[in-house]
């Protein structure tokens, strides 16, 4: 069983366009992650949630603790944005953590 | 600051070699992950270790064993490497468990 699902896999974006990220888990959780890997390369971690939103430059990230939901949001996207998006949550019982299996993103000139 | 430093970045290693993939860190982190990325899975953890002195099995232990040498130090060695261990191996830290999480660059591991 996945604890944590995302969506799309896979999204092709032209430049500029809007993008949405969607994450939805199933255990309880102490907080969220969203991370992101461009190929070949390390993994960087953009935002930590535990309520509502957070911004930083172009992007959001939303979460809905009553719903087990959180969204990653790319505004005028760029194809410096092209990379994997991965989710990851941290249970709130223990040190474990739980990764989505990542959301891969094209943007195209 | 350097942030989260693995070595080596690349590895070739025969079926029944013996490494030690090193991590370390100078952010004063308590806590230190070892994970391993493989196609189309999540990250999955292989060990951590909560502070110094302690280290605990994660999802994935099997043919691993960990050592975290100091505050600053966390290595993961594989004693007999088999080629289900052909993988890319994250080290991470955190300074608990409402801090910021940084990740190492990975160390990609063939065996053949």
């Known amino acids: 069983k996945n604890e944590v699902e995302q969506s799309p896999q896979n999204l092709t974006a032209q430049e500029g366009e809007f993008i949405t990220i969607n994450c939805s888990y199933s255990?309880?959780?102490?907080?969220l992650h969203w991370l992101q890997q461009h190929p070949g390369g390390g993994i960087v971690s953009l935002f930590m949630?535990?309520?509502g939103k957070k911004k930083h430059g172009r992007l959001i990230a939303t979460i809905n603790i009553q719903e087990k939901h959180s969204s990653l949001h790319i505004t005028a996207s760029h194809p410096r944005d092209s990379a994997v998006y991965i989710c990851?949550?941290?249970?709130?019982?223990?040190?474990?953590?739980?990764f989505g299996t990542g959301t891969s993103l094209t943007v195209i000139p | 600051n350097a942030g989260v430093t693995q070595t080596p970045k690349f590895q070739v290693l025969k079926t029944g070699q013996s490494m030690t993939l090193q991590c370390a860190q100078d952010?004063?982190?308590?806590?230190m992950y070892w994970y391993r990325q493989d196609p189309g899975m999540g990250l999955r953890l292989i060990y951590y270790s909560a502070s110094e002195g302690t280290t605990d099995k994660g999802e994935v232990p099997n043919g691993y064993n960990v050592s975290r040498l100091n505050k600053r130090e966390f290595s993961l060695r594989l004693e007999s490497a088999a080629p289900s261990q052909t993988s890319v191996y994250f080290c991470a830290s955190e300074i608990g468990r409402e801090g910021g999480y940084t990740f190492g660059s990975g160390t990609r591991l063939t065996v053949v």
């Open positions: 952010m004063n982190h308590n806590s």
């Open positions: 990851a949550v941290r249970s709130n019982t223990g040190n474990q953590f739980y």
């Open positions: 255990v309880g959780i102490s907080a």
């Open positions: 949630l535990s309520s």
